[in-house]
């Protein structure tokens, strides 16, 4: 069965920072692309970041360029989001989503919510 | 960045009766290497993540009702159930896997009349 587990979601003030983790398993979690999508409350879905398969290409959405970092660890099936200078815009649930172009393998979420 | 134009906001449809949702992107996203659109649909149930339905604009992922269909012409796309079922309540999202940023409709919410 497919799993993708966030953690290292909470409340954090603005401008601090938080570290996002996404544990693979049921899948051959080196093949796939990886993917940050996130929902702000009552809105819809925003894509943030992806990773290829080793980790040496990423690409960002202009909102989190150069203040959010995607990295992954294949030897731990595990997909990471360093997110700093957080905003409270950045307020959202971060889905984890393993692809194959398509967004075909998607975890529960974590919530993030920044406020003073 | 390629824009994701769908229609309408909300829907609502009788049990039995079809549905019909569309989408548009603001420009091609035509894959050129097996010529197929770079088109994905997702539901989305309160409380959920979002699942994937629909995915090369018209293939129906495992698993997933067959009264649910895809179809494109251009850059218009339209997703079908044909027959509405009481767990079809959900928000649908259209979305381009063509180019980053990948880039969502801003989804429409699927009633019961």
């Known amino acids: 069965e497919v799993q993708l587990v966030e953690s290292g979601g909470g409340l954090v003030q603005p401008g601090g920072s938080l570290r996002l983790s996404c544990a693979a398993s049921?899948?051959?979690?080196?093949?796939?692309?990886m993917h940050w999508v996130r929902q702000a409350p009552g809105k819809g879905l925003v894509w943030v970041s992806r990773i290829d398969t080793d980790g040496r290409t990423t690409n960002y959405a202009d909102s989190v360029k150069g203040r959010f970092t995607i990295s992954r660890d294949n030897a731990k099936n595990t997909m990471y989001l360093q997110m700093n200078s957080l905003r409270a815009e950045d307020t959202a649930v971060y889905y984890c989503v393993g692809s194959e172009f398509y967004l075909g393998k998607w975890g529960q979420g974590t919530l993030v919510t920044v406020s003073s | 960045d390629i824009v994701m134009t769908q229609s309408p906001e909300s829907l609502a449809v009788s049990l039995g009766e079809r549905a019909t949702i569309n989408c548009r992107s603001s420009?091609?996203?035509?894959?050129?290497?097996?010529?197929?659109?770079?088109l994905a649909w997702y539901q989305q149930k309160p409380g959920q993540p979002p699942k994937l339905l629909i995915y090369?604009?018209?293939t129906r992922e495992s698993g997933v009702p067959d009264r649910f269909s895809g179809s494109e012409s251009g850059t218009d796309f339209t997703l079908t159930i044909s027959s509405l079922q009481a767990e079809d309540v959900a928000v649908y999202y259209c979305q381009q896997y063509y180019s980053t940023p990948y880039t969502f409709g801003q989804g429409t919410k699927l009633e019961i009349k």
């Open positions: 049921g899948f051959t979690f080196s093949s796939h692309w």
């Open positions: 090369w604009a018209s």
């Open positions: 420009q091609s996203v035509l894959y050129s290497s097996n010529n197929k659109n770079k």
